[in-house]
C-alpha cells in the first residue's frame, strides 16, 4: 500500500494503483497538461473510497511507500486506464517530411 499525497489530502490506495499515477502525474507534468483520474482508496475508518484527483501540471502529489499491514487494494482495471492514458501521452513523434516534392503540399490549407 502507497499514500497518495495531493493539497487535498492523504489516500491509501495500492502500491500499482500509486506507481500508474504517479507515471501519468509525471508524464503530463512534462507535457504542461493536468487530467483527473479516479481511483480507490481505504478511509480511516476501513472503509473503501473514491476520489477523483487532479495531476500534471502545477499540481503537486507525492508517495510514501506505507508500512500497512492492511490487505493491498487492487483494482486492476483502473490501473490498465490510467497506464492507456498514460502512454497515449508519453512519446510524440514527428514525421518527417520530404520537401524535394513541395507541389503536394496544400497551401491554401495554411491561408488565415
Given at each position: 500500500?502507497?499514500?497518495?499525497?495531493?493539497?487535498?489530502?492523504?489516500?491509501?490506495?495500492?502500491?500499482?494503483?500509486?506507481?500508474?499515477?504517479?507515471?501519468?502525474?509525471?508524464?503530463?507534468?512534462?507535457?504542461?497538461d493536468?487530467?483527473?483520474?479516479?481511483?480507490?482508496?481505504?478511509?480511516?475508518?476501513?472503509?473503501?473510497?473514491?476520489?477523483?484527483?487532479?495531476?500534471?501540471?502545477?499540481?503537486?502529489?507525492?508517495?510514501?511507500?506505507?508500512?500497512?499491514?492492511?490487505?493491498?487494494?487492487?483494482?486492476?482495471?483502473?490501473?490498465?486506464?490510467?497506464?492507456?492514458?498514460?502512454?497515449?501521452?508519453?512519446?510524440?513523434?514527428?514525421?518527417?517530411?520530404?520537401?524535394?516534392?513541395?507541389?503536394?503540399?496544400q497551401?491554401?490549407?495554411?491561408?488565415?
Open positions: 500500500m502507497k499514500l497518495l499525497i495531493n493539497h487535498n489530502g492523504q489516500y491509501l490506495t495500492g502500491s500499482a494503483i500509486a506507481d500508474a499515477v504517479m507515471s501519468y502525474a509525471l508524464t503530463l507534468t512534462r507535457s504542461g493536468v487530467d483527473s483520474v479516479d481511483l480507490p482508496f481505504r478511509a480511516t475508518d476501513g472503509a473503501i473510497k473514491r476520489v477523483v484527483l487532479m495531476l500534471g501540471w502545477q499540481v503537486e502529489t507525492t508517495t510514501v511507500s506505507g508500512d500497512d499491514d492492511s490487505d493491498e487494494l487492487l483494482e486492476p482495471g483502473t490501473v490498465d486506464s490510467i497506464r492507456v492514458r498514460d502512454h497515449s501521452r508519453g512519446t510524440m513523434r514527428a514525421t518527417v517530411v520530404d520537401l524535394g516534392d513541395h507541389r503536394q503540399l497551401w491554401s490549407n495554411f491561408d488565415l
